[in-house]
T-cell receptor, first 112, second 116 residues
Framework: TQLLEQSPQFLSIQEGENLTVYCNSS?????LQWYRQEPGEGPVLLVT?????EVKKLKRLTFQFGDARKDSSLHITAAQPGDTGLYLC????????????FGEGTQLTVNP | ETGVTQTPRHLVMGMTNKKSLKCEQH?????MYWYKQSAKKPLELMFV???????ENNSVPSRFSPECPNSSHLFLHLHTLQPEDSALYLC???????????????FGPGTRLTVL
């Protein structure tokens, strides 16, 4: 069974601070996806990383896929209250086909 | 309507009731999914359909019965549920069931189910 561990589980910061969320596994993934989920809504895809060592930027969000494709990080610069939400990583196993493995998520609260 | 829609958004039912959750995707995707989201647990994949054929069933109790009449619609029929089945049920679609960009999930808003 492939598992994805996210840390921290909860994060509460002030507006303007920087933060990093981690997604780790002992398994290799062919790709990894990051989602954000707001209360009362379904998760929304932010990015997919595919190549080991890949870095993708989405405005103030920077996503990195580990060289060995076993881990990923999400860094947010100058967080804003609108960044508040549950951040989920999901790994696409090398042989899993249709099944994504989701982490438990990191609940981020950005206080004004 | 755009994206993935789910109805109802909230459902309260007794253990002896029969109800159905409905999902519709307007994205032209070939694959549709049911997930269960419980507090402090990762998203649990329940069922996967590709072009109306079930391709995965992850040991889900028979009190949950999926139906996919066409590639745009997905139902989850509920019968004699237990209180521990209370959760957010999410429907998703993806272009296909392949890897990488093909299985990027587009989620609906979910149905918040409470079983009394």
């Amino acid at each position: 069974t492939q598992l994805l561990e996210q840390s921290p589980q909860f994060l509460s910061i002030q507006e303007g601070e920087n933060l990093t969320v981690y997604c780790n596994s002992s398994s290799v993934f062919s790709s990894l996806q990051w989602y954000r989920q707001e209360p009362g809504e379904g998760p929304v895809l932010l990015v997919t990383v595919v190549t080991g060592g890949e870095v993708k930027k989405l405005k103030r969000l920077t996503f990195q896929f580990g060289d060995a494709r076993k881990d990923s990080s999400l860094h947010i610069t100058a967080a804003q209250p609108g960044d508040t939400g549950l951040y989920l990583c999901a790994g696409d196993g090398e042989t899993s086909g249709s099944r994504l493995t989701f982490g438990e998520g990191t609940q981020l609260t950005v206080n004004p | 309507e755009t994206g993935v829609t789910q109805t109802p958004r909230h459902l309260v039912m007794g253990m002896t009731n029969k109800k159905s959750l409905k999902c519709e995707q307007h994205l032209g995707h070939n694959a549709m999914y049911w997930y269960k989201q419980s507090a402090k647990k990762p998203l649990e994949l329940m069922f996967v359909y590709s072009l109306e054929e079930r391709v995965e069933n992850n040991s889900v109790p028979s009190r949950f019965s999926p139906e996919c009449p066409n590639s745009s619609h997905l139902f989850l029929h509920l019968h004699t549920l237990q209180p521990e089945d209370s959760a957010l049920y999410l429907c998703a679609s993806s272009q296909d069931v392949g890897q990488g960009a093909y299985n990027e999930q587009f989620f609906g808003p979910g149905t918040r189910l409470t079983v009394l």
